[in-house]
Protein backbone atom coordinates (compact mmCIF):
# COMPACT_ATOMS: atom_id res chain seq x y z
CA UNK A 1 0.00 0.00 0.00
CA UNK A 2 2.67 2.76 1.20
CA UNK A 3 5.00 1.39 -2.26
CA UNK A 4 0.92 2.86 -4.36
CA UNK A 5 0.96 6.00 -2.21
CA UNK A 6 4.61 6.78 -2.63
CA UNK A 7 4.15 6.01 -6.48
CA UNK A 8 0.69 8.34 -6.66
CA UNK A 9 2.47 11.00 -4.78
CA UNK A 10 5.64 10.75 -7.52
CA UNK A 11 3.26 10.57 -10.20
CA UNK A 12 1.72 14.05 -9.20
CA UNK A 13 4.40 16.02 -8.85
CA UNK A 14 5.61 14.38 -12.39
CA UNK A 15 2.55 15.89 -14.01
CA UNK A 16 3.30 19.27 -14.40
CA UNK A 17 6.67 18.50 -15.67
CA UNK A 18 4.66 15.94 -17.76
CA UNK A 19 2.41 18.72 -19.44
CA UNK A 20 5.48 21.43 -20.04
CA UNK A 21 7.18 18.39 -22.13
CA UNK A 22 4.06 17.17 -24.45
CA UNK A 23 3.35 20.80 -24.68
CA UNK A 24 3.22 22.00 -27.53
CA UNK A 25 1.51 18.98 -29.92
CA UNK A 26 0.14 21.61 -33.14
CA UNK A 27 0.96 25.25 -33.87
CA UNK A 28 0.88 28.15 -31.66
CA UNK A 29 -0.96 31.38 -32.92
CA UNK A 30 0.87 34.45 -31.77
CA UNK A 31 -1.22 37.57 -32.13
CA UNK A 32 0.59 41.07 -32.59
CA UNK A 33 -1.20 43.95 -31.05
CA UNK A 34 0.26 46.32 -33.54
CA UNK A 35 -0.07 46.13 -37.19
CA UNK A 36 2.73 44.89 -39.63
CA UNK A 37 5.92 46.76 -39.72
CA UNK A 38 5.50 48.70 -36.62
CA UNK A 39 7.88 47.89 -33.25
CA UNK A 40 5.76 45.34 -31.90
CA UNK A 41 5.51 43.36 -35.02
CA UNK A 42 9.37 43.26 -35.84
CA UNK A 43 10.19 42.39 -31.90
CA UNK A 44 7.64 39.28 -31.91
CA UNK A 45 8.22 37.97 -35.40
CA UNK A 46 11.73 38.18 -34.47
CA UNK A 47 11.19 36.11 -31.26
CA UNK A 48 8.16 33.54 -33.36
CA UNK A 49 11.32 32.51 -35.26
CA UNK A 50 13.49 31.39 -32.86
CA UNK A 51 10.86 29.89 -30.82
CA UNK A 52 9.57 27.62 -33.46
CA UNK A 53 12.77 26.25 -33.58
CA UNK A 54 13.05 25.74 -29.67
CA UNK A 55 9.78 24.44 -29.90
CA UNK A 56 9.62 22.35 -32.74
CA UNK A 57 5.80 23.61 -33.69
CA UNK A 58 5.07 26.46 -36.17
CA UNK A 59 4.31 30.08 -34.26
CA UNK A 60 1.85 31.54 -36.54
CA UNK A 61 2.02 35.45 -36.56
CA UNK A 62 -1.40 37.80 -36.90
CA UNK A 63 -1.46 41.00 -36.56
CA UNK A 64 -4.66 42.62 -34.95
CA UNK A 65 -3.80 45.99 -34.51
CA UNK A 66 -7.28 47.04 -34.12
CA UNK A 67 -8.97 49.40 -31.07
CA UNK A 68 -5.48 50.45 -29.73
CA UNK A 69 -4.26 46.71 -29.09
CA UNK A 70 -7.31 45.76 -27.21
CA UNK A 71 -9.06 43.43 -30.06
CA UNK A 72 -5.83 40.81 -30.22
CA UNK A 73 -5.98 40.81 -25.96
CA UNK A 74 -9.45 40.12 -26.09
CA UNK A 75 -8.98 37.13 -28.40
CA UNK A 76 -6.42 36.03 -26.10
CA UNK A 77 -8.38 36.66 -22.74
CA UNK A 78 -11.00 34.50 -24.16
CA UNK A 79 -9.10 32.44 -25.55
CA UNK A 80 -8.71 28.55 -24.48
CA UNK A 81 -6.35 28.51 -21.34
CA UNK A 82 -3.82 25.68 -23.26
CA UNK A 83 -0.98 28.00 -24.73
CA UNK A 84 -1.92 27.85 -27.80
CA UNK A 85 -2.56 31.56 -28.48
CA UNK A 86 -0.98 34.12 -26.62
CA UNK A 87 -0.38 38.28 -27.77
CA UNK A 88 2.39 40.18 -27.45
CA UNK A 89 0.89 43.52 -26.43
CA UNK A 90 1.98 46.78 -24.83
CA UNK A 91 1.03 49.08 -22.21
CA UNK A 92 -1.83 50.47 -23.65
CA UNK A 93 -4.23 47.56 -24.00
CA UNK A 94 -2.77 46.48 -20.43
CA UNK A 95 -2.01 49.50 -18.21
CA UNK A 96 -3.72 52.30 -20.07
CA UNK A 97 -6.62 51.17 -21.69
CA UNK A 98 -8.59 50.00 -18.49
CA UNK A 99 -8.31 53.57 -17.04
CA UNK A 100 -9.79 55.19 -20.39
CA UNK A 101 -13.03 52.81 -21.21
CA UNK A 102 -15.05 49.59 -20.76
CA UNK A 103 -12.79 46.62 -21.58
CA UNK A 104 -14.15 43.07 -23.00
CA UNK A 105 -11.81 41.85 -20.74
CA UNK A 106 -10.31 41.94 -17.11
CA UNK A 107 -6.36 42.49 -17.19
CA UNK A 108 -6.02 40.84 -13.67
CA UNK A 109 -8.82 37.90 -14.00
CA UNK A 110 -8.54 36.85 -17.73
CA UNK A 111 -4.54 37.15 -18.57
CA UNK A 112 -1.66 35.73 -17.72
CA UNK A 113 1.65 37.61 -17.93
CA UNK A 114 4.28 35.50 -19.35
CA UNK A 115 7.23 37.63 -19.93
CA UNK A 116 8.55 41.53 -20.33
CA UNK A 117 9.89 41.32 -23.39
CA UNK A 118 11.17 45.28 -23.77
CA UNK A 119 11.05 48.30 -23.01
CA UNK A 120 12.23 51.72 -24.86
CA UNK A 121 11.46 55.28 -24.55
CA UNK A 122 9.12 57.01 -26.33
CA UNK A 123 10.93 59.75 -29.49
CA UNK A 124 9.74 63.09 -29.60
CA UNK A 125 9.64 63.80 -33.44
CA UNK A 126 8.40 66.80 -35.53
CA UNK A 127 7.78 66.96 -39.25
CA UNK A 128 10.93 68.36 -40.32
CA UNK A 129 9.41 71.43 -42.41
CA UNK A 130 8.34 72.95 -38.86
CA UNK A 131 10.74 75.78 -37.92
CA UNK A 132 11.91 74.26 -34.60
CA UNK A 133 15.07 72.53 -33.40
CA UNK A 134 14.03 71.82 -30.01
CA UNK A 135 11.54 71.31 -27.72
CA UNK A 136 11.82 74.41 -26.18
CA UNK A 137 11.12 76.20 -29.61
CA UNK A 138 8.41 73.81 -30.17
CA UNK A 139 6.70 75.08 -27.23
CA UNK A 140 6.94 78.59 -28.15
CA UNK A 141 6.12 77.36 -31.59
CA UNK A 142 2.97 76.33 -30.24
CA UNK A 143 1.94 78.80 -27.91
CA UNK A 144 2.53 81.10 -30.65
CA UNK A 145 -0.10 79.38 -33.47
CA UNK A 146 -2.78 78.29 -31.53
CA UNK A 147 -5.23 75.68 -33.34
CA UNK A 148 -2.02 75.06 -36.17
CA UNK A 149 -1.10 71.75 -34.46
CA UNK A 150 -2.16 68.53 -34.61
CA UNK A 151 -0.65 65.43 -33.09
CA UNK A 152 -0.53 62.06 -34.55
CA UNK A 153 -0.27 58.64 -31.95
CA UNK A 154 -0.11 54.91 -32.76
CA UNK A 155 -3.68 54.63 -30.72
CA UNK A 156 -6.30 56.34 -28.30
CA UNK A 157 -4.89 54.59 -24.95
CA UNK A 158 -1.44 54.11 -26.16
CA UNK A 159 0.87 54.96 -24.25
CA UNK A 160 2.32 57.64 -27.94
CA UNK A 161 -1.47 59.41 -26.41
CA UNK A 162 -0.61 59.91 -23.23
CA UNK A 163 2.99 60.82 -23.57
CA UNK A 164 1.78 63.87 -25.30
CA UNK A 165 -1.19 64.58 -23.35
CA UNK A 166 1.05 64.50 -20.53
CA UNK A 167 3.58 66.77 -22.02
CA UNK A 168 0.51 69.47 -22.74
CA UNK A 169 -0.46 69.56 -20.21
CA UNK A 170 3.17 69.87 -18.57
CA UNK A 171 4.19 72.69 -21.19
CA UNK A 172 1.04 74.25 -21.11
CA UNK A 173 -0.01 74.41 -24.85
CA UNK A 174 -2.72 72.85 -27.38
CA UNK A 175 -3.07 70.69 -30.08
CA UNK A 176 -5.63 68.25 -31.75
CA UNK A 177 -4.95 64.65 -31.42
CA UNK A 178 -5.37 62.58 -34.13
CA UNK A 179 -5.38 58.45 -33.15
CA UNK A 180 -4.00 55.93 -36.02
CA UNK A 181 -4.26 51.81 -36.19
CA UNK A 182 -0.46 51.88 -34.98
CA UNK A 183 2.69 53.40 -35.81
CA UNK A 184 3.03 52.99 -39.56
CA UNK A 185 0.33 55.25 -40.57
CA UNK A 186 0.85 57.87 -37.63
CA UNK A 187 4.17 58.08 -39.27
CA UNK A 188 2.99 58.66 -42.42
CA UNK A 189 0.55 61.44 -41.56
CA UNK A 190 3.92 63.13 -39.57
CA UNK A 191 5.88 62.94 -42.55
CA UNK A 192 2.77 64.49 -45.01
CA UNK A 193 2.19 67.01 -42.71
CA UNK A 194 -1.23 65.75 -42.03
CA UNK A 195 -0.49 65.85 -38.85
CA UNK A 196 2.92 68.08 -37.19
CA UNK A 197 4.29 66.10 -34.32
CA UNK A 198 3.96 62.56 -32.64
CA UNK A 199 5.37 60.66 -29.47
CA UNK A 200 6.60 56.80 -31.00
CA UNK A 201 9.31 54.63 -30.22
CA UNK A 202 12.64 54.93 -32.27
CA UNK A 203 11.90 51.56 -34.55
CA UNK A 204 9.32 53.17 -37.08
CA UNK A 205 10.88 56.51 -36.67
CA UNK A 206 14.09 55.69 -37.57
CA UNK A 207 14.06 55.40 -41.80
CA UNK A 208 12.05 59.05 -41.57
CA UNK A 209 14.58 60.91 -39.33
CA UNK A 210 17.53 59.55 -41.52
CA UNK A 211 15.81 60.70 -44.96
CA UNK A 212 15.21 64.03 -42.76
CA UNK A 213 11.62 63.96 -43.46
CA UNK A 214 10.96 64.28 -39.61
CA UNK A 215 12.88 65.24 -36.66
CA UNK A 216 13.23 63.87 -33.26
CA UNK A 217 13.71 66.15 -29.95
CA UNK A 218 14.09 64.72 -27.30
CA UNK A 219 13.39 61.01 -25.41
CA UNK A 220 11.23 60.23 -22.32
CA UNK A 221 13.51 58.59 -20.03
CA UNK A 222 14.82 60.36 -16.89
CA UNK A 223 18.14 60.14 -18.23
CA UNK A 224 19.54 60.06 -21.54
CA UNK A 225 18.96 56.63 -23.28
CA UNK A 226 22.62 55.01 -23.90
CA UNK A 227 21.01 53.39 -27.84
CA UNK A 228 20.30 57.07 -28.90
CA UNK A 229 22.83 59.34 -26.64
CA UNK A 230 22.66 62.40 -29.25
CA UNK A 231 18.83 63.22 -27.92
CA UNK A 232 17.84 65.51 -25.02
CA UNK A 233 15.64 64.50 -22.60
CA UNK A 234 12.01 65.77 -22.20
CA UNK A 235 13.51 66.77 -18.39
CA UNK A 236 16.61 68.35 -19.08
CA UNK A 237 14.83 70.18 -21.86
CA UNK A 238 12.59 72.25 -18.92
CA UNK A 239 10.29 69.63 -17.47
CA UNK A 240 11.77 68.00 -14.48
CA UNK A 241 9.64 64.51 -13.82
CA UNK A 242 9.17 63.62 -17.14
CA UNK A 243 9.61 60.12 -17.49
CA UNK A 244 7.69 57.62 -19.36
CA UNK A 245 8.52 54.26 -21.40
CA UNK A 246 6.93 52.23 -23.94
CA UNK A 247 6.91 48.45 -22.91
CA UNK A 248 5.71 45.38 -24.31
CA UNK A 249 5.61 41.37 -23.16
CA UNK A 250 3.68 38.65 -23.91
CA UNK A 251 0.16 37.17 -22.39
CA UNK A 252 -1.91 33.90 -22.29
CA UNK A 253 -5.32 33.28 -21.17
CA UNK A 254 -5.96 32.98 -17.30
CA UNK A 255 -5.55 29.79 -15.96
CA UNK A 256 -3.38 28.42 -18.59
CA UNK A 257 -1.05 25.44 -16.55
CA UNK A 258 1.45 26.91 -14.91
CA UNK A 259 3.70 24.73 -16.06
CA UNK A 260 3.35 25.82 -20.03
CA UNK A 261 3.69 29.57 -18.66
CA UNK A 262 7.25 28.32 -17.23
CA UNK A 263 8.51 26.60 -19.99
CA UNK A 264 7.18 30.04 -22.51
CA UNK A 265 8.85 32.21 -20.05
CA UNK A 266 12.18 29.85 -20.40
CA UNK A 267 12.54 29.64 -23.69
CA UNK A 268 11.74 33.45 -24.15
CA UNK A 269 14.27 34.34 -21.71
CA UNK A 270 16.73 31.98 -23.77
CA UNK A 271 15.83 34.07 -26.94
CA UNK A 272 16.28 37.52 -25.54
CA UNK A 273 19.57 36.84 -24.29
CA UNK A 274 20.79 35.23 -27.47
CA UNK A 275 23.37 37.93 -28.43
CA UNK A 276 22.48 38.23 -32.31
CA UNK A 277 18.83 38.76 -31.40
CA UNK A 278 20.05 41.54 -28.85
CA UNK A 279 22.40 43.18 -31.52
CA UNK A 280 19.37 43.09 -34.00
CA UNK A 281 16.73 44.81 -31.64
CA UNK A 282 18.99 47.06 -29.89
CA UNK A 283 19.93 48.79 -33.25
CA UNK A 284 15.98 49.31 -33.60
CA UNK A 285 16.23 50.77 -30.02
CA UNK A 286 14.77 48.20 -27.81
CA UNK A 287 15.81 47.55 -24.35
CA UNK A 288 15.67 43.84 -23.91
CA UNK A 289 14.08 42.62 -20.59
CA UNK A 290 12.90 39.56 -19.66
CA UNK A 291 12.11 38.26 -16.17
CA UNK A 292 9.42 35.87 -14.15
CA UNK A 293 6.14 36.33 -15.16
CA UNK A 294 5.45 37.92 -11.72
CA UNK A 295 7.58 41.14 -12.79
CA UNK A 296 5.38 41.50 -16.10
CA UNK A 297 2.19 40.90 -13.52
CA UNK A 298 4.04 43.75 -10.86
CA UNK A 299 5.02 46.05 -14.16
CA UNK A 300 1.24 45.68 -15.25
CA UNK A 301 -0.16 47.08 -12.08
CA UNK A 302 2.51 49.33 -11.01
CA UNK A 303 1.95 51.17 -14.44
CA UNK A 304 -1.98 51.44 -13.87
CA UNK A 305 -1.78 52.97 -10.61
CA UNK A 306 1.22 55.50 -11.49
CA UNK A 307 -0.47 56.65 -14.55
CA UNK A 308 -4.25 56.52 -12.81
CA UNK A 309 -4.08 59.88 -11.14
CA UNK A 310 -2.01 61.93 -14.37
CA UNK A 311 -5.07 60.44 -16.82
CA UNK A 312 -7.38 62.26 -14.03
CA UNK A 313 -5.43 65.30 -13.61
CA UNK A 314 -5.29 66.24 -17.13
CA UNK A 315 -8.96 65.03 -17.93
CA UNK A 316 -7.80 62.48 -20.87
CA UNK A 317 -10.83 60.73 -22.57
CA UNK A 318 -10.53 58.38 -26.02
CA UNK A 319 -10.99 60.32 -28.85
Do not use: C
Not at 160 to 172: D, I, P, Q
Not at 182 to 188: Q, T
Not at 273 to 293: Q, S, V
Not at 294 to 316: M, Q, S
Amino acid sequence: MYRRLALAIFAVALAPHAVAQAWPEHPIHFLMSAPAGSSIDVLGRTIADKLKDRLGQPVIVENKPAAGGTVATAEVAHSQPDGYTMVLAFNGPLSFAPLLQKLPYDVAKDLAPVIITSSQPNVLAINATLPVHSVKELVLYAKANPGKLNYASVGNGSSSHLNMELFKSVAGFDAVHIPFNGSPPAVKATVQNETQMMFAVMQPLQAQIQAGALRALAVTTSKRFPLLPELPTITESGYPGFEALAWNGVLVAANTPPAIITRLNAEMNTILKDPEIARKMHGFGFDLIGGTPEDFGALIRGEAERWAPVIKKVGLKVD
